[in-house]
């Protein structure tokens, strides 16, 4: 088996999913025994400052061995796995060039991944597939990253003669939670570009995700008993139905894809007496985003004029940023990653992320940090899968930016 696989199958073998319920950090104990068995593996390959902190956030780096003055750039990964689908007893398998039929992932249980149900399996015929048994998700989601940033750094310790700028690494607890950045502490991570390496199949690469506000509207009703409340009752559920219903909805997210923005209501409970909202706010334009925020205190304004001041009670908050704003200004980020995709021999697939990504808030820290495919298909299921050629890709294309960033 090549290294780069016995790596993703040692790291899946560790359960580290990360559960809502978890009121800790790291979500799961296991993440600790990742962490240490990978600071022990960088110590393996020479790179002695390998260090994990109380939360299980991995570090290290590797000194640049140039004379030149070269920017230094990090390679970011998650040690946990999505909360969806269990992540512990996975049991991976390898099918060697893969004949494009459907695949019996478990013959017991009669699990079956069928090619009619997964169009994107296509691309993956003639290669080395690596799968579940059906009863676990695969956990290439992340660690396939992790294998790939590992391999890519025992290549640069074990080719010494290769130029290269500083090189960091880090590995961070509870992505898949939405708090792998909430902890970290970027001072250990010094670099002046960033990669996360998180992204889906081969040849995607994210510069850019949602702008992500919360809206919280709360109502305040009158409650009477109904036999007696003709022209005092304030139902503050209708009133709820009514804010929702100045909502355009055909810009919620089952109507729209792309780059189009969206008003998602999320929650809504209540009763005669209060009620509340909650809606999150999305889109990629910076101006429709403000343009959306604003929406939402026009409709407290207008229905305040209606029931009386105060009724209606809005708060916006911003949740997230797009990081194109901060990659914008750094061009050589998104440059060397495509330009490194080409040299791997692979057209870049460019996509905005509807969503959130852990490089909008490293972007906004100050190290602009677009997010590069590791091959996973599938994620947080028991269809998940990658290929073997995806992962050695991935492996190329980090170490073709660090080329690249050498080159100058
Ligand atoms: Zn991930």
């Known amino acids: 088996m090549k290294p780069i696989v016995e790596r993703l199958f040692r790291y899946v073998k560790i359960d580290t999913q990360s559960t809502w319920e978890s009121t800790e950090v790291p979500a799961s104990k296991n993440e600790f025994v990742l962490g240490r068995m990978l600071v022990e593996e960088l110590k393996e390959m020479g790179i002695d400052n390998a260090w994990m902190d109380e939360?299980?956030?991995?570090?290290?780096?590797?000194?640049?061995?140039?004379?030149?003055?070269?920017?230094s750039v990090a390679f970011f990964a998650h040690l946990d796995t999505a909360p969806d689908e269990t992540g512990a007893n996975v049991n991976p398998r390898v099918i060697e060039s893969w004949d494009g039929r459907d695949i019996v992932l478990n013959e017991k249980k009669n699990i079956v991944m069928k090619t009619e149900d997964f169009p994107c399996l296509k691309d993956s015929i003639g290669k080395d597939l690596i799968v579940t048994d059906g009863t676990s998700l695969l956990g290439a989601d992340d660690k396939a990253g992790i294998a790939e940033i590992m391999e890519a750094a025992r290549y640069i310790m074990?080719?010494?003669?290769?130029?290269?700028?500083?090189?960091?690494?880090?590995?961070?607890?509870?992505?898949?939670?939405?708090?792998?950045?909430e902890y970290?502490?970027?001072?250990?991570?010094?670099?002046?570009?960033g990669y996360t390496m998180d992204g889906g199949e081969l040849g995607e690469i994210n510069f850019e995700n949602f702008n992500a506000a919360t809206a919280t509207v709360k109502i305040h009703g009158i409650a009477i008993h109904p036999g007696e409340s003709k022209d005092k009752m304030r139902n503050a559920v209708l009133v709820g139905v009514e804010f929702i219903n100045h909502l355009p909805w055909r810009e919620s997210p089952v109507n729209t894809e792309g780059y189009e923005g969206f008003y998602h209501v999320t929650d809504?409970?209540?009763?005669?007496?209060?009620?509340?909202?909650?809606?999150?706010?999305?889109?990629?334009?910076?101006?429709?985003y403000e343009i959306r925020k604003r929406r939402?205190?026009?409709?407290?304004?207008?229905?305040?004029?209606?029931?009386?001041?105060?009724?209606?009670?809005?708060?916006?908050?911003?949740?997230?940023?797009?990081?194109a704003r901060e990659v914008k200004k750094h061009p050589k980020v998104r440059e060397y990653a495509l330009e490194a995709m080409k040299r791997t021999g692979i057209e870049p697939i460019v996509i905005p992320i509807r969503g959130g990504t852990d490089g909008s808030t490293i972007s906004f820290m100050g190290m602009p940090c677009p997010n590069i495919f590791m091959g996973s298909?599938?994620?947080?299921?028991?269809?998940?899968?990658?290929?073997?050629?995806?992962?050695e890709k991935a492996m190329e294309v980090i170490l073709n930016i660090i080329r690249l960033f050498a080159e100058g």
Request: one cysteine or more; hydrophobic letters at 30%; a negative charge.
């Open 55 to 71: 939360k299980a956030y991995v570090f290290a780096s590797i000194p640049s061995n140039s004379k030149k003055e070269i920017p």
């Open 158 to 181: 074990e080719n010494p003669k290769e130029e290269h700028g500083e090189i960091h690494i880090c590995f961070t607890p509870d992505e898949e939670i939405g708090n792998s950045t």
């Open 184 to 193: 970290i502490n970027i001072k250990n991570v010094p670099a002046q570009y």
């Open 268 to 288: 809504f409970k209540g009763g005669v007496d209060s009620a509340e909202i909650t809606i999150a706010i999305r889109d990629f334009d910076e101006e429709k």
């Open 296 to 323: 939402i205190q026009q409709i407290e304004d207008f229905m305040n004029e209606y029931y009386g001041a105060g009724t209606v009670e809005a708060k916006v908050e911003d949740y997230y940023l797009n990081m």
């Open 377 to 391: 298909a599938n994620s947080h299921s028991i269809y998940e899968y990658c290929t073997v050629q995806s992962m």
